[in-house]
């Protein structure tokens, strides 16, 4: 079982191309931030539960993310791999994960990062907001979510170097043309 690990900061692109990259390699996609969108649009106690916090720009709880992932892989013992899109953010998350992994007997395998400019980031969050009516994309949670990122999520980097699984994409320019870049980045 492959674990990719599709890294970047909010808007840059992850969603759209974590989709393609499980559609290409037969991959289960796992996003959590859709995982929580859809329980907060279903009105779960679930989706109660994160709704604020989401709505702030803030992170869901590490113990519930895990629950959330953990529950993913029982329900497909059978896939080929698995594609992480927005997950972990914290180093705290990616011990937890790796934790989890070895309890499964499997391993993170390789961590993509797609490397935007802020300027374009925001850009893109604002247009997404618009295209989408999503209400936890405004400019002021934007720039929360920006600050969050470099504060918890950008020391990923230097954990995943240290494990000598981590290569930077540039994720400027056409969606197939990134596409491909990744793929060719995809150690297989």
């Not at 674990?3 to 974590?18: D, E, M, S, W």
């Not at 991959?27 to 959590?32: E, G, L, M, P």
């Not at 590490?62 to 013992?77: A, C, Q, R, T, Y």
């Not at 600050?147 to 020391?155: A, E, F, I, N, S």
Request: charged letters at 25%.
């Amino acid at each position: 079982m492959y674990n990719l690990i599709l890294f970047g900061p909010p808007g840059a692109g992850k969603g759209t191309q974590a989709i393609k990259i499980a559609q290409r390699y037969s991959w289960k996609h796992i996003s959590t931030g859709d995982i929580l969108r859809s329980e907060v649009s279903q009105g779960t106690a679930l989706g109660l539960q994160v709704k604020a916090v989401m709505e702030g720009g803030h992170l869901v709880s590490d113990e519930l993310l895990i629950e959330i992932i953990n529950s993913v892989f029982l329900k497909n013992v059978d896939a080929a791999g698995f594609v992480f899109d927005g997950f972990p953010r914290t180093l705290n998350q990616a011990h937890e994960l790796d934790k989890l992994l070895v309890s499964l007997n499997h391993s993170v395998n390789q961590v993509l990062s797609l490397e935007v400019d802020e300027g374009e980031l925001v850009k893109r969050l604002l247009n997404r907001a618009q295209e989408q009516g999503r209400v936890d994309d405004t400019e002021e949670v934007i720039k929360n979510r920006l600050v969050q990122y470099h504060t918890h999520t950008k020391p990923l980097q230097q954990y995943y170097m240290d494990k000598g699984l981590y290569t930077e994409v540039y994720g400027v320019g056409g969606i197939d043309d990134i596409f491909e870049s990744l793929c060719k980045a995809i150690k297989q």
